[in-house]
């Protein structure tokens, strides 16, 4: 059984008291929560003060990014060890403005998976298709493009730490929403994917987000598929009724 797991990524919002005040507000209403995981992932610069805002509650904390390299002169960027050390359990990696945006590729994503793991932390590893790949039908050769080079290399015990996000890109920020039937046939794509790669076991154990413009009220059905694990959520993670419809959606 897949435990739900919704994560809040802010992305470059808030200032340090809305962060504070916001992770504190997630704390505390998630104070009763049983059977979901919850994680918010600040800007970098707030993730000190989210970490105290979050300590001894259930919430955990992500970095939106990561260089791959350990140490060393790589101006702006920080590090594995560095997010492990300020008290996160998790990053995103390569989320569409990653990719589209900033220009990294599955090979760049895949070092900095590596690394993630080697630290201890959980990779939240985003996939998705652009409009124009999925209406030229390419949307599960992108995912299984991006799966392949993102998650090349790793091994069972590592795969099985994994959380995969499915973000198509059409739907990200845009108020546009996969249906659920759209994001549950990519989701079972990806695990015959890992069946394929791994095995029976990690297909059926790997958690997949879906992650596209979720709100409180088209959360229950997406996260309603058998194949939807929980939910990546942008504009939506940045209120805590919001945030709190969509955990409610997961129950
Ligand atoms: C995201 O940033 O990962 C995301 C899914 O954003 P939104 O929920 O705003 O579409």
Redesign the pocket.
Known sequence: MRRPFIAG?W?MNMDRASAIELAAGVAKATADLEDVDVAVCPPSIYLDAVVSATKGSEVGVGGQNMYHEPKGAFTGEISSAMLLDIGCQYV?LG???RRHIFGETDADINKKVKVALEVGLTPIV?VGETLPERESGETLNVIRTQFDGSLAGLSDDDMKKIVI?Y?PVW????GKTATPQQAEEVHLDLRKIMESCYNSEIAESVRIQY????KPDNAAELLGQPNIDGA??????LKVDDFMGIIAGAK
């Open positions: 990524n992305k995103i989320h569409s403005e985003c996000a973000e739907a990200i920020g845009t992650g596209g413009s979720v990546l959520v942008g504009g939506a993670s």
